[in-house]
T-cell receptor, first 112, second 116 residues
Framework: QKEVEQNSGPLSVPEGAIASLNCTYS??????FFWYRQYSGKSPELIMS????GDKEDGRFTAQLNKASQYVSLLIRDSQPSDSATYLC????????????FGKGTHLIIQP | ETGVTQSPTHLIKTRGQQVTLRCSSQ?????VSWYQQALGQGPQFIFQ???????GRGNFPPRFSGLQFPNYSSELNVNALELDDSALYLC???????????????FGPGTRLTVL
């Protein structure tokens, strides 16, 4: 069974600091990796996608992928109170017909 | 805003009833996936529709069924509702061309279903 694991938190980070969110996955055949942000009562919003080993940067966000270790991470630089949300890691295997497999999410709190 | 719409926003049903949820995909997208998100959990994949056919299915019983229409919009039907079906139901659209799935999925606002 394909699994995605995340620390549920809450992860508390001071405003302006770097927030580091981690995710591991069980299926070595996984090919596509995503980070979604979900505010309470809202639907998931795509932040980043990553497909190759290494780092991918988009503004204040950096996604890191290590397929050998089956590990994905998201770094948020200069954290803002508006970044407080649940961050969901999602993985796709094969052709994508199995849909996204999500972790339970990490609850991030940015303290002003 | 992703351009994916869902209706209704909220719904209350009683155990044993049937429910239909609707989704309109983002312009240019031809694939619709449905997810169930229970409180405090990540979304769980129900099924995916492409070219009006079910293209993949998660670990959900047959009382969860769906349709996709020629305009790529979709319905999720749940029969014989159970209390545990209470959840946020999410629709996500994506595009597929030439057999390759561009698997970035964009979510609609969701339908909150409460079963009493």
């Amino acid at each position: 069974q394909k699994e995605v694991e995340q620390n549920s938190g809450p992860l508390s980070v001071p405003e302006g600091a770097i927030a580091s969110l981690n995710c591991t996955y069980s299926d070595r055949g996984s090919q596509s990796f995503f980070w979604y942000r979900q505010y309470s009562g809202k639907s998931p919003e795509l932040i980043m996608s990553i497909y190759s080993n290494g780092d991918k940067e988009d503004g204040r966000f950096t996604a890191q992928l290590n397929k050998a270790s089956q590990y994905v991470s998201l770094l948020i630089r200069d954290s803002q109170p508006s970044d407080s949300a649940t961050y969901l890691c999602a993985v796709v295997s094969g052709g994508g017909a199995d849909g996204l497999t999500f972790g339970k999410g990490t609850h991030l709190i940015i303290q002003p | 805003e992703t351009g994916v719409t869902q209706s209704p926003t909220h719904l209350i049903k009683t155990r044993g009833q049937q429910v239909t949820l609707r989704c309109s995909s983002q312009s240019g997208h031809n694939t619709v996936s449905w997810y169930q998100q229970a409180l405090g959990q990540g979304p769980q994949f129900i099924f995916q529709y492409y070219r009006e056919e079910e293209n993949g299915r998660g670990n959900f019983p047959p009382r969860f069924s769906g349709l996709q229409f020629p305009n790529y919009s979709s319905e999720l039907n749940v029969n014989a509702l159970e209390l545990d079906d209470s959840a946020l139901y999410l629709c996500a659209s994506s595009s597929r061309a030439g057999g390759l799935v561009t698997d970035t999925q964009y979510f609609g606002p969701g339908t909150r279903l409460t079963v009493l």
